[in-house]
């Protein structure tokens, strides 16, 4: 059973810069038709999707994100990463990685989620 | 982008009642929309595909209905584990996006 596992710093200070892991097992990160996302979730409101990564690189992103945004993938450590740039109070929310094994269509495997706050 | 809209915000529901949740896309998704229950504490788990398939492992009272811009998700006998909050999604355009959501509650 494939699990995903997000990793990386909870605190990041307003202007800097999120950097998150997702550790894929139980899968493998190559394997064709599954994209990797990213999606957020502000306290007590919905869920935004931030973006995805396939396994040779390409990547698509929300344009609401897209200048701060830059996510990659590691064939070798089975793992895909987020970047988000000049973090503000506003990103402020719980991050999850997840698989869509249908092009980017729905979403049937999630990682527990990573509480992220911006604060000084 | 489009926008989902979901109603009402909190549903009030005995146990064995069943319930009917709505959501609404501004322009048109065809038949693709996907229905997430989120638990507290937990990440979003996939129930409804395609608008009306089930995804592995869903109960059969789940079930989903509608195309275009209007669908609605059916619980036909509320369980304990059912008290949850329930997201629809789109996936016929970028980016994808998910509606507010609707709570669940025990009465």
């Known amino acids: 059973q494939m699990q995903l596992q997000e990793s990386g710093l909870g605190l990041v200070k307003p202007s800097q810069t999120l950097s998150l892991i997702c550790t894929v097992s139980g899968g493998s990160v190559d394997r064709g038709g599954h994209y990797w996302s990213w999606i957020r979730q502000h306290p007590e409101k919905g869920l935004e999707w931030l973006g995805y990564i396939y396994y040779t690189g390409n990547t698509n992103y929300n344009p609401t994100f897209e200048s701060r945004l830059s996510m990659s993938v590691d064939r070798s450590t089975n793992t895909f990463s987020l970047e988000l740039t000049l973090m503000t109070a506003a990103d402020t929310a719980t991050y999850y990685c997840?698989?869509?094994?249908?092009?980017?269509?729905?979403?049937?495997?999630w990682g527990q989620g990573i509480q992220v706050f911006v604060s000084s | 982008e489009i926008v989902m809209t979901q109603s009402p915000a909190t549903l009030s529901v005995s146990p064995g009642e069943g319930v009917t949740l709505s959501c609404g896309a501004s322009r048109s998704v065809y038949n693709n929309l996907a229905w997430y229950q989120q638990k507290p504490g937990q990440a979003p788990r996939l129930l409804i595909y395609g608008a009306s398939t089930r995804a592995t492992d869903i109960p059969a009272r789940f079930s989903g209905s509608g195309s275009g811009t209007e669908f609605t998700l059916t619980i036909s006998s509320l369980q304990s584990e059912d008290f949850a909050i329930y997201y629809c999604?789109?996936?016929?355009?970028?980016?994808?996006?998910f509606g507010l959501g609707t709570k669940v509650e025990i009465k």
């Open positions: 997840a698989r869509s094994p249908l092009g980017g269509r729905t979403y049937d495997s």
């Open positions: 999604q789109q996936y016929n355009n970028w980016p994808r996006t």
